[in-house]
C-alpha cells in the first residue's frame, strides 16, 4: 500500500491535507512552549530547555502557506 501511495504522489500533485498539519501545529505548540520556558538553574546548561527558533519559523511559515492557500482555493 506504501509503494502504490509513493508512485501516485511522484504522478500526481502533492497536496497537504489538514489532517497532516495537525502534527506541524503541535509542533509549533512545543516549540512555543520551549520559547516561553523560563530556565530557572542558569549553571546547568546541559539540562536547559532551548526552543529550536529556525524550526519554529519553517513550522510557522509551511503552517501559514497551507491556510493562505486554502484560502484562496476556497474562495475561488
Not at 22 to 49: F, P, R
Amino acid at each position: 500500500m506504501v509503494c502504490a501511495e509513493r508512485v501516485a504522489g511522484a504522478f500526481l500533485a502533492v497536496q497537504q491535507y489538514p489532517s497532516h498539519m495537525t502534527g506541524m501545529v503541535t509542533d509549533i505548540g512545543i516549540e512555543l512552549g520551549k520559547l516561553a520556558y523560563w530556565n530557572s538553574h542558569k549553571h546547568d546548561a546541559v539540562q536547559a530547555v532551548r526552543a529550536d527558533r529556525d524550526r519554529l519559523v519553517l513550522l510557522s511559515l509551511l503552517t501559514l502557506s497551507f491556510f493562505a492557500g486554502w484560502q484562496r482555493r476556497s474562495a475561488a
